[in-house]
């Protein structure tokens, strides 16, 4: 079956910097977007950036030019790299792929589990 683990979360300082990736595994026929959400206890999970195959990429308002998304397409792999970390960061952090699997002749959303990223002194 079609997997994605995350992986770089953990505790940084406010100014600080993470490294998320995500690898996704299994029978994969093709992967569309990618993209990292984050959600926030008592909040919504929202869109934190995405990127297409063709490497086109979108992000929120928030981000505000402190994260960077990125994939490697030959080994199935999506990261954010994040700078300039703020308490308001904090959250679980979870990857996201559109994914069609061998054999399956549509594309569906995958998500991975989860990775707490916990910005603070």
């Known amino acids: 079956q079609v997997q994605l683990v995350e992986s770089g979360g953990g505790l940084v300082q406010p100014g600080g910097s993470l490294r998320l990736s995500c690898a996704a595994s299994g029978s994969i026929y093709r992967i569309n977007d990618m993209g990292w959400y984050r959600q926030a206890p008592g909040k919504q999970r929202e869109l934190v950036a995405a990127?297409?195959?063709?490497?086109?990429?979108n992000y929120a308002a928030f981000v505000e030019g402190r994260f960077t998304i990125s994939r490697d397409n030959a080994v199935n792999r999506v990261s954010l790299q994040m700078n300039s970390l703020k308490p308001e960061d904090t959250a679980v952090y979870y990857c996201n792929a559109d994914v069609r699997p061998s054999f399956v002749s549509a594309f569906s959303a995958y998500w991975g589990q989860g990775t707490q990223v916990t910005v603070s002194s």
């Open positions: 990127i297409t195959s063709g490497k086109s990429t």
